[in-house]
């Protein structure tokens, strides 16, 4: 039956000869801590994308498989291999694969021929490349050329890959990448191929070893194994480790879309069956990687070109979770399947939630990349700063609590909601207070800019499920001491927050908090200065900005963000550099002194000099105090008492939602 709400998502697809149930994709990322060390997946590996088929995904892509670990070494277990111990690989993968098709989804495996110049230092020990070209990450590094030899081995490593899928009950392979600027892409890039042989100078030949395996894929395994292709279409590269920002002119020294349109055609004739298709590249990989600065499907216009120069299916991910968004791609004719990979960490059930008409439901990704690529750079395993139990889904799974408890929570932001959603789960009698009108804590005025939206989205999911789960939300209720007294509660989370700091400017009077701005309390009038480069200065700058307001930062480390940046780079080039072309003006290794009649005087400490900026108000950005007055208090005298949050230690959104799951999910 199919569903009455979007049913053109719901429709199935070939891809060769390969039937998809619906036109949702799990799409492809880094699987880290999902392998063993001998490339084999393991059992968390498994649990984690058999419940993205339990969710409905059609098709379910695991990504960055190597095909081989000798040209560019990788340390293991960071990624699976199947050629490096085949046997164990079937064994384990057939356990996945089995249970994936128990959903009626397929799956496909990305096979990958590695990161080339892109190599991210201490996980790639070899710095090779189509030439001689500079690393992305160590500039003082020179890549090592490939070999005609080596790369024959590659080929052939690929064809031994996909049949070690295809034994494993793998649908397909796809084939990683022309895209984003991994050794696939550098070899079809004149700007990083200056080959003379078989595998550059013209498009076909730089070309060539994208298209010979393929071939060499399909004589292996038949000309029915679907292969498909994570190919981009632009590149986005203004120079060496500079990328073009939204609306940007700038002349592309990687792929242009012109020649990208000519390469789709190539590929399609060399006999892949589909397109995973994108924009970007490491050197600017916040198209890559989108963070919420971006537009939401910010890859259609350039898929829908993609669709039209192609006749094989079209894949499109790139914060493509709105269901509206994704149906209305589709009918327009500008992808053919959506693919989810953020999305699906944040929430496994978006398919059947929106065949359900149960969309409303959905848990929103922020697009923060704190619990997925962030950790990943990291050497950390994926997992979701929103969920959790994203990449852990069996250790971390709810279970009924075998003794129900009275438990009170104080304070409403993201800790104590989930800390009550998870406690009401399990089947506790859950009582949330706070002292303010709306649940949220500090959250309510960091969603408030247009490209936070999915914040304030999280808190609405919050209070819908803290309405399903029966949990009592007290308002406008201060907690004391005494009150634990009165109520005698089992259990008792403080999650009382924290606050933003404050201090005196000598001569200044509109001197506010961010939050303050950003809900509307205080006007920052049209010139202010922002004290303070960390992440919230620098989205209230960028907000400020937007309107067309003046905005200046001043910070007092060397760089914006170096104290309080996000984990992914993606997020924070991207937002550094939109502060830079849309002209605020940074003062670093500076600070405030005063201000006069002539405006803040700010002093700069590497010339010992001083610099006066005419403004309408001070905005203080300098972070948080946790709350913590209450917990101290009671500390001593309530036998069952726990602390999270901010409350505990200032942190960010991830870190107060795990804080709280873990708690809560022991109580």
Known sequence: ???????????????????????????????????????SFNERGVEFY????????????????????????????????????????????????????????????????????????????????????????????????LTIEEIRTYIRKFADAAEICQKAGFDGVEIHAVHEGYLLDQFAIEFFNRRTDAYGGT??????????????????????????????????????????????????????????????????????????????????WYWSHPPMYQDKGLYLPYNEILKQAVDIPVITAGRMDDPELASRAIAEGKTDMIGLGRPLLADAEIPNKVRAGRADTIRPCLSCQEGCMGRLAKYTMISCAVNPAAGREQDYALTPALRKKNVMIVGGGVAGMEAARVAAIRGHHVDLYEAGDKLGGVVLAGGVPDFKEDDLALLAWYEAELQACQVNVHLNTCVSKDTFSDLNPDA????????????????????????????????????????????????????????????????????????????????????????????????????????????????????????????????????????????????????????????????????????????????
């Open 492 to 667: 008792v989370i403080i999650a009382t927050g924290s606050e933003a700091k404050k201090f005196d400017i000598p001569g200044a009077d509109r001197v506010y908090t961010a939050t303050d701005i950003l809900l509307g309390h205080q006007d920052a009038g049209e010139k202010t200065l922002i004290i303070g480069g960390g992440l919230v200065g620098c989205e209230t700058a960028l907000w400020l900005r937007n309107q067309g307001k003046t905005v200046s930062i001043v910070e007092q480390e060397d760089a914006l963000l170096s104290l309080a940046g996000p984990l992914c780079h993606a997020n924070s080039e991207m937002l550094l550099e939109l502060l830079d072309y849309k002209n605020v003006q940074v003062f670093t290794r500076s600070r405030v002194t005063e201000q006069s009649g002539e405006g803040v005087v700010i002093h700069h400490q590497s010339t010992d000099s001083q610099t006066t900026v005419p403004v309408d108000s001070i905005i203080l950005a300098v972070g948080y105090d946790s709350k913590r007055r209450l917990y101290e208090e009671v500390q001593h005298s309530i036998p069952e008492l726990y602390l999270i949050g901010d409350s505990r230690q200032v942190q960010n959104i991830m870190y107060a939602i795990w804080d709280a799951y873990e708690v809560a999910r022991s109580l």
């Open 50 to 145: 058999v419940e993205r088929a339990r969710g409905g995904a059609g098709l379910i892509m695991p990504g960055v498989t190597k095909v081989e670990n000798d040209i560019e070494p990788c340390e293991l277990p960071m990624m699976p291999c199947p050629t490096l111990n085949p046997v164990n690989f079937i064994k384990t993968a057939r356990l996945m694969t089995e249970r994936v098709h128990s959903y009626d989804s397929k799956i496909f495996l990305q096979l990958s021929a590695g990161f080339g110049r892109v190599g991210i230092p201490g996980l790639v020990k070899n710095a090779i490349g189509p030439s001689e070209i500079p690393h992305r990450w160590m500039p003082d590094v020179t890549c090592r050329a």
């Open 1 to 39: 039956m199919r569903s009455k709400h979007y049913p053109n998502l719901f429709e199935p697809i070939k891809i060769g000869q390969v039937e998809i149930k619906n036109r949702y994709m799990l799409a492809p990322m880094g699987p880290g801590g999902f392998c063993n060390a001998d490339g």
């Open 203 to 284: 498009l076909e030949k730089r070309l060539r070893f994208a298209t010979d395996i393929v071939k060499a894929i399909k004589v292996r395994c038949g000309q029915d194994f679907p292969v498909t292709l994570r190919y981009s279409l632009k590149s986005f590269i203004k120079d060496w480790l500079k990328g073009g920002l939204p609306g940007e002119k700038f002349d592309e020294k990687g792929r242009d879309i012109k020649e990208g349109i000519e390469a789709a055609k190539l590929l399609e004739a060399a006999g892949y069956d589909a397109l995973n298709g994108d924009v970007g590249s490491y050197d600017s």
